[in-house]
């Protein structure tokens, strides 16, 4: 907790020197994915890989690889590398739960039952150091020490019993051990307080005199090694470690070797000692070589591993790149893939001279000439992807990898990339067969994500309004909230992973496409019911502002019948004769539906689902013009006649012109219908939710003057009105 703390300030700090124009804080909405960012679904690791991603993070794209040079993986390290079930961390009983690791409540609950042993309620784990000049913070004390701790304090009461003063001295010691995990440096140019400075200084237990219990003194060599290795005085460690192992009659003789090397290797990273680390290599060869040490080789291994990643790191990670090429890692697959992408991290480079997947996945996110020559030297599969990724549609090579991508068969690992970039360059060469080429890919089973990008390529291929509905509707794989590409099922019960509009259709839709086609997209069986739905409601509030009447009763018809709890307002609207007793009867029906808007939403939508409840992030009415300059123009939506995209573009600038403010609009026409018809029963109402508008919806400097004024003009008239008690502010 204190790391992270750590952390956080100095991101705070860096923000307060420097804070990013137009930042802010949450909350994070999930925003839907139709594609995955960095992770795909779960569906990769079984080698149904969808359509790779030069963005992917590298650990997904050795999976990609492994795929497409055709060695799979095995199911033994599909599983190794998949998500692991949640495990319930279990709380000792009695101990109330803290930021802390359950292992230091563990330890704790032993230590506090304990009898005339004063209790504590945490240990900090994590301790202050300079690296490289850099002010940071690591994981001091680990779970086993806290465990072993545990274990041994156990076996210590059986041996001497609660109330014995050897285990009142054993505790004593091993709280001077664990008070070294926390302290470490200062933080520059902070101050300190005599107590902070005091605990910050080393902890270390006191030898015991001649004549102390045996077993006790052996425990007490032990704890003052220890309380030097967590104190960061690793050669008193080193040394203490190696005092313990010339000890015959110690129960820690067997692993102080491999403590003593650990320590070497702490001092190697923490301090930065390279002498520390080659060390610590012979030391840990000796114990792998040893058949008394047996029970330490894997463990050896493992740390052999890390200490030769960083003396030697390219060297390991060729090594590393080569093992996880091939099947036979199995379940320690884990490990080498987080060795290996720490590595790659830490030198900002992998070995790409001296491994063929580094040269791929170098090739792949950071570009290079050299994609073409290498599938044509016989690179297979993952470097005609690469190639396919990086080659422009002016390559010469560009025909010559269409029809290479063309010949790779369904059921192939790479069928899908293959399609995807080479219809990509198909579409600026041949815009018919890449049509041609995204069908069959469509008539194909692929994953979600997959289908969603053909689909995208697909309608941006339309050739007409009926082929635009066909391939518009998507279904999200993933959102985003704080990170990408998190499940769905994260936000169950929050938005709803329905078919449902991306960005590049929504955009057509709201301000290329005119309201004729409007009408007809709500009718139209191309469209699933939903999507129907969302445009009648969008296409009726738009054509009401566009005072288009015909539109506008047809398009309350559509959206009575797909919307039940909205079909009474919108029949009533629809049956009004008057133009001016319509369009107040739909004011009145907007200032009652905050969901409503003229533009059909992407994505989940509007957060709150419900049309007629406030949303408490504000996401009420719209606004048609952002502020801080204009919005990106949308897809040129060529399919359409040049005339329709005509009207539809100059209908969305005279929407921009005639609402583009919510607030603003529905409290003109309310007032101006409230002075024009002051019995109307409806009216006390209507200057309540008009002043509502302009606290919840989006406004600008005029908005302030509407609200005033609906708001005076109800107190004015109706000061004995419910509605008039209940709006005691303008805004």
């Known amino acids: 907790m204190r790391y992270l703390r750590i952390v956080l300030s100095l991101i705070a700090a860096a923000l307060v020197v420097d804070p990013p124009q137009g930042a802010g804080c949450g909350p994070f909405l999930p925003e839907a994915q139709f594609g995955y960012m960095h992770n795909p679904g779960p569906e ?19 999976v990609a690889y492994r795929y497409l040079s055709g060695a799979p993986l095995t199911a033994e390290e599909i599983a190794a590398l998949g998500p692991k079930p949640a495990q319930q961390e279990v709380w000792p009983q009695g101990v109330q739960q803290f930021g802390g690791p ?28 300079l690296i490289g000049g850099y002010y940071a913070a690591y994981r001091n004390c680990l779970d086993d020490a806290f465990d072993t701790a545990a274990a041994t304090l156990a076996k210590r009461l059986a041996q001497w019993g ?4 050897q285990v009142a001295e054993w505790v004593r010691g091993q709280d ?27 902890h270390i237990p006191a030898a015991l005199t001649a004549g102390a219990d045996p077993l006790l003194a052996a425990d007490r060599q032990y704890q003052i090694a220890a309380a030097a290795f967590y104190a960061a005085k690793y050669q008193d460690a080193e040394a203490g470690f ?70 030697r790191p390219d060297d390991r990670m060729a090594e590393l790149g080569a093992a996880l090429s091939r099947p036979g890692l199995g379940a320690g697959i884990a490990q080498a893939m987080t060795n290996y992408t720490a590595l790659w991290d830490r030198q900002n480079k992998g070995p790409a001279e001296r ?20 599938w044509r030297g016989g690179g297979g599969a993952a470097w005609l992807v690469a190639a396919l990724v990086l080659t422009k549609p002016d390559d010469p090579a560009a025909p010559e990898l269409i029809a290479a991508a063309r010949d790779i068969p369904l059921g192939n690992p790479a069928y899908a990339s293959a399609a995807y970039y080479g219809i990509l360059l198909q579409t600026a060469l041949h815009q018919d067969d890449a049509r041609r080429w995204a069908d069959e890919a469509l008539a194909a089973k692929l994953p979600p994500g997959a289908r969603n990008s053909f689909l995208a390529e697909r309608m941006s291929l339309a050739r007409d309004w009926p082929e635009f509905l066909r391939y518009a509707p998507r279904i999200p794989v993933a959102a985003t909230a704080v990170v990408a590409d998190e499940p769905l099922a994260n936000y169950r019960g929050e938005v709803t992973p329905d078919v449902t509009f991306d960005r590049d259709a ?18 139209n069986a191309l469209l699933p019911e939903r999507l129907r739905a969302a445009v009648a409601r969008a296409g009726w509030v738009r054509a ?39 369009r107040f009867a739909a004011v009145f029906f907007m200032l009652r539906t905050p969901g409503l808007a003229p533009l059909v939403r992407e994505g989940f939508g509007r957060y709150t689902a419900h049309l007629d409840k406030i949303d408490s992030l504000r996401d009420n009415w719209w606004q048609l013009q952002m502020p801080g300059g204009p919005t990106p123009a949308p897809p040129s939506a060529d399919f359409l006649p040049p005339d329709a995209r005509a009207r539809g573009g100059q209908e969305w600038q005279m929407l921009v012109a005639a609402a583009p403010s919510a607030p603003n609009y529905l409290a003109a026409q309310t007032l101006a219908w409230a002075r024009a018809h002051p019995a109307d029963p409806r009216v006390p109402e209507a200057l309540h939710l008009a002043v509502r508008a302009t606290r919840y919806g989006p406004g600008d400097p005029a908005t302030r003057a509407f609200s005033r004024q609906a708001f005076q003009l109800l107190h004015a008239r109706y000061p004995r009105s419910d509605w008039a008690r209940k709006t005691r502010y303008w805004y």
């Not at 990769?44 to 050795?62: C, K, M």
């Not at 609660?162 to 003063?165: D, I, K, N």
């Open 242 to 311: 190696r005092a313990v192992a010339a000890n015959a009659g110690s129960p820690w003789r067997d692993s102080a070797p491999y403590l003593a090397a650990r320590t070497l290797i702490r001092r190697g990273t923490v301090a930065g000692s390279r002498d520390a680390l080659v060390a610590a290599e012979a030391a840990l060869r000796e114990i792998r070589g040893d058949p008394r040490q047996a029970r330490w080789h894997g463990s050896a291994q493992g740390l052999l591993d890390f200490v030769a990643s960083r003396l």
């Open 506 to 523: 929504a955009a057509i839709l709201n301000r290329r496409v005119p309201l004729d086609l409007w009408v007809d997209a709500a009718g």
């Open 44 to 62: 990769f690791l079984r080698g149904d890989l969808g359509i790779i991603r030069p963005q992917y993070f590298r650990r997904n794209l050795v």
């Open 162 to 165: 609660g109330t014995s003063p």
């Open 544 to 582: 009401v502002l566009l005072d288009r009447a015909t539109q506008a009763r047809a398009l309350a018809l559509h959206a009575a019948g797909l919307h039940p709890g909205l079909a009474a307002p919108l029949r009533q609207y629809a049956a009004e004769n008057a133009p001016d007793a319509r």
């Open 176 to 202: 001077q051990v664990f008070a070294n995990c926390e302290g470490g440096e200062p933080m520059p140019g902070q101050p300190e307080t005599p107590e902070q400075a005091a605990a910050r200084q080393p």
């Open 102 to 129: 359950v292992a230091v409540a563990r330890w704790l609950a032993a230590r506090n039952a304990v009898p005339g042993v004063a209790p504590l309620k945490n240990i900090e784990v994590y301790r202050d150091t």
């Open 355 to 374: 491994s063929d997947i580094a040269d791929w996945i170098t090739t792949l996110q950071s570009g290079g000439p050299h994609a073409i020559e290498r």
